[in-house]
T-cell receptor
Framework: EPEVTQTPSHQVTQMGQEVILRCVPI?????FYWYRQILGQKVEFLVS????????KSEIFDDQFSVERPDGSNFTLKIRSTKLEDSAMYFC?????????????FGDGTRLSIL | SQQGEEDPQALSIQEGENATMNCSYK?????LQWYRQNSGRGLVHLIL?????REKHSGRLRVTLDTSKKSSSLLITASRAADTASYFC????FGGGGFKTIFGAGTRLFVKA
């Protein structure tokens, strides 16, 4: 069964540095998402992306964050100047089509540790 | 409280027993989804129930939805040790530009062998 893959599985970065988290969604999917989960807390929506643009974003997704689909397969999340509170698991998800009643498929996440 | 709140926060049962988890939400929804998360892993979609459906089954899973009470329940029958995980409900909320999925805090289920 096709799956969403995320790399790296663990990223350790110094505070203030830029970090790029990578995701390869399922190939025929059209909607892409990023979520984060701070240790022990709930999964929080960051951003949704469709047709090469952001369709929805949360209050967490401020100017420090950006997303890009640089080619036909990758979907990236960039954090420009990381802060200690950005430490979390970051999950990418994709969904097949315009019907919001289709399920999202999640990757196994990238654990981001900011030192 | 926030959109998508589960109770109980934690549940410990013996293998073979049934596990029931509840979820409440505040706004109108298009659908409600249940996900499972094993420790350190991503979320696995279990079941989606649309706002015009009242009950849905998938294997040992039964989900109900009561839109008048803005609540849903997930029942796992004949639980197994392998069902040990966190279970989250999630709702799609239209934000103006598109849908965003709001997750609850989850129920941690521990099934003792």
């Amino acid at each position: 069964e096709p799956e969403v893959t995320q790399t790296p599985s663990h990223q350790v970065t110094q505070m203030g540095q830029e970090v790029i988290l990578r995701c390869v969604p399922i190939s025929n999917h059209l909607y892409f998402y990023w979520y984060r989960q701070i240790l022990g807390q709930k999964v929080e929506f960051l951003v949704s992306f469709y047709n090469n643009e952001i369709s929805e974003k949360s209050e967490i997704f401020d100017d420090q964050f950006s997303v890009e689909r640089p080619d036909g397969s990758n979907f990236t999340l960039k954090i420009r100047s990381t802060k200690l509170e950005d430490s979390a698991m970051y999950f990418c998800a994709s969904r097949s089509g315009t019907d919001s009643n289709q399920p999202q498929h999640f990757g196994d996440g990238t654990r981001l540790s900011i030192l | 409280s926030q959109q998508g709140e589960e109770d109980p926060q934690a549940l410990s049962i013996q293998e073979g027993e049934n596990a029931t988890m509840n979820c409440s939400y505040k706004t109108s929804i298009n659908n409600l989804q249940w996900y499972r998360q094993n420790s350190g892993r991503g979320l696995v979609h279990l079941i989606l129930i649309r706002s015009n459906e009242r009950e849905k089954h998938s294997g040992r899973l039964r989900v109900t939805l009561d839109t008048s009470k803005k609540s849903s329940s997930l029942l796992i029958t004949a639980s197994r040790a392998a069902d040990t995980a966190s279970y989250f409900c999630a709702t799609d909320v239209f934000g103006g530009g598109g849908f965003k999925t709001i997750f609850g805090a989850g129920t941690r289920l521990f099934v003792k062998a």
